[in-house]
C-alpha cells in the first residue's frame, strides 16, 4: 500500500524555486540548491510577505515552521543570519529561509503567522542577541534574565567575581561573590626522588601503637638482625654414642610404613650372641 503523503524527490527543487521567484519577487535576493535542500535568501523588509507567499501559495503551501536558528558569521558586514525552516505537509518538502542581521538591525517578527515563533525568536534573542520587532514577550528563555551578554557569541568573560545559584531560600537566581575556599597550602618544589626532610601528612600513623589484629610482617633488617642473636644450634652427638640419631633419608630406616606399633617389644634374634662392651658377634 502506498503511503498517502508524496515522496521526498530531488526534482521537486526546480520546481519550487521557479515557484518562489515568482511568488517573492524583488524581495528575494538568491535561490540555490545546497546538499539537496533550497535555500531562498530574502531581504529583512520582504521577510514576512515572502513567509506568507510561501504558505498560502498554491504549489507552495509551507503550513508549518519547524524551526527558526542563527548563524554567527563575524567576519559578514551582517553578522548575523536568521535561517526559518519550513515544512509543506502536502508535498512532504522542505526548504530553508535565510535573512540577514546585525546586532542593532531588528528582524520583523513572524509570530503573528506563526504563533510558535515566539519562542523560537526568544531562543535566537537570548543565544545570539538579535532583536525581533513586532515580539511582544522578548526575553530570555534558556539563560537567566540577569546574565551579561549572549552565549553563542563567545564574547562574554570566562571568569569574573560574581557566581550565580539557585537560591531555595528566595525562591530565585542569586549573584553573590566568588568563593574559592580552599585550605592555605604551602609548596617547597622539592625533587620528588630526594625525598622531603619533614614528616609528610600521613606519615605520623606509622609511629602510632599496633592495633589489635594480624601483625605488620617483618621488614629485611628486623629479620637479619633477629639471625644474628639467635642462640647457637646444639651440637650433634659423636659417632661413638650408642644411640646416636641419624638423620632418616628412606623409609627403612625410619620404619616408617610398617603395621607393629610404637609401643610392642621387638623379638630378640637368636643367632646374635651378645658380648662385653655392648656389642654383638653373630
Not at 53 to 78: K, N
Not at 198 to 206: F, H, M, N, T
Given at each position: 500500500?502506498r503511503?498517502?503523503a508524496?515522496?521526498?524527490?530531488?526534482?521537486?527543487n526546480?520546481?519550487?524555486?521557479?515557484?518562489?521567484r515568482g511568488?517573492?519577487?524583488?524581495?528575494l535576493?538568491?535561490?540555490?540548491e545546497?546538499?539537496g535542500?533550497?535555500?531562498l535568501h530574502?531581504t529583512r523588509e520582504?521577510l514576512?510577505?515572502a513567509l506568507?507567499a510561501?504558505r498560502?501559495t498554491?504549489?507552495?503551501?509551507y503550513?508549518?515552521l519547524?524551526?527558526?536558528a542563527?548563524?554567527?558569521?563575524p567576519?559578514r558586514?551582517e553578522r548575523?543570519?536568521?535561517?526559518?525552516?519550513l515544512?509543506s505537509?502536502?508535498?512532504n518538502?522542505?526548504l530553508h529561509?535565510?535573512?540577514?542581521a546585525?546586532?542593532d538591525?531588528?528582524?520583523p517578527s513572524v509570530?503573528?503567522?506563526?504563533?510558535?515563533?515566539g519562542w523560537?525568536?526568544r531562543?535566537?534573542?537570548?543565544m545570539?542577541g538579535?532583536?525581533?520587532a513586532?515580539?511582544?514577550d522578548?526575553?530570555r528563555?534558556?539563560?537567566?534574565?540577569?546574565?551579561?551578554?549572549?552565549p553563542?557569541?563567545?564574547?562574554?568573560?570566562?571568569?569574573?567575581f560574581?557566581?550565580?545559584?539557585?537560591s531555595?531560600e528566595?525562591k530565585r537566581v542569586?549573584?553573590?561573590?566568588?568563593?574559592l575556599?580552599?585550605?592555605?597550602?604551602?609548596?617547597?618544589?622539592?625533587?620528588?626522588?630526594?625525598g622531603a626532610e619533614?614528616?609528610l601528612?600521613g606519615?605520623?600513623?606509622?609511629k602510632?601503637?599496633?592495633a589489635k589484629g594480624a601483625p605488620?610482617?617483618?621488614?629485611a633488617?628486623e629479620?637479619?638482625?633477629?639471625?644474628?642473636t639467635?642462640?647457637?644450634?646444639?651440637a650433634?652427638?659423636a659417632?661413638s654414642?650408642?644411640?646416636?640419631k641419624?638423620?632418616?633419608?628412606?623409609?627403612?630406616?625410619?620404619?616408617?610404613g610398617?603395621?607393629?606399633?610404637?609401643g610392642?617389644?621387638?623379638p630378640?634374634?637368636p643367632?646374635v650372641v651378645?658380648t662385653?662392651?655392648?656389642g654383638?658377634n653373630?
Amino acid at each position: 500500500m502506498r503511503a498517502p503523503a508524496p515522496a521526498f524527490a530531488a526534482n521537486l527543487n526546480d520546481a519550487t524555486i521557479e515557484s518562489a521567484r515568482g511568488a517573492i519577487g524583488a524581495g528575494l535576493l538568491d535561490a540555490v540548491e545546497i546538499a539537496g535542500e533550497v535555500q531562498l535568501h530574502v531581504t529583512r523588509e520582504a521577510l514576512v510577505p515572502a513567509l506568507t507567499a510561501l504558505r498560502d501559495t498554491p504549489g507552495l503551501e509551507y503550513q508549518q515552521l519547524m524551526e527558526i536558528a542563527g548563524v554567527d558569521y563575524p567576519d559578514r558586514v551582517e553578522r548575523f543570519e536568521v535561517v526559518y525552516c519550513l515544512l509543506s505537509l502536502t508535498r512532504n518538502h522542505r526548504l530553508h529561509v535565510h535573512v540577514g542581521a546585525t546586532e542593532d538591525t531588528p528582524v520583523p517578527s513572524v509570530t503573528e503567522l506563526w504563533p510558535v515563533a515566539g519562542w523560537l525568536e526568544r531562543e535566537v534573542y537570548d543565544m545570539f542577541g538579535v532583536l525581533f520587532a513586532g515580539n511582544r514577550d522578548l526575553r530570555r528563555i534558556l539563560t537567566d534574565y540577569g546574565f551579561r551578554g549572549h552565549p553563542f557569541r563567545k564574547d562574554f568573560p570566562l571568569t569574573g567575581f560574581v557566581e550565580m545559584r539557585y537560591s531555595e531560600e528566595q525562591k530565585r537566581v542569586v549573584y553573590e561573590p566568588v568563593k574559592l575556599a580552599q585550605d592555605f597550602r604551602t609548596f617547597d618544589f622539592m625533587s620528588p626522588w630526594e625525598g622531603a626532610e619533614y614528616v609528610l601528612p600521613g606519615d605520623e600513623k606509622a609511629k602510632l601503637p599496633e592495633a589489635k589484629g594480624a601483625p605488620t610482617p617483618a621488614t629485611a633488617t628486623e629479620i637479619q638482625k633477629a639471625g644474628a642473636t639467635e642462640t647457637p644450634k646444639q651440637a650433634a652427638p659423636a659417632a661413638s654414642e650408642p644411640y646416636a640419631k641419624k638423620d632418616a633419608t628412606s623409609t627403612a630406616e625410619t620404619g616408617a610404613g610398617r603395621n607393629e606399633s610404637a609401643g610392642a617389644p621387638k623379638p630378640a634374634d637368636p643367632d646374635v650372641v651378645p658380648t662385653k662392651g655392648g656389642g654383638q658377634n653373630q
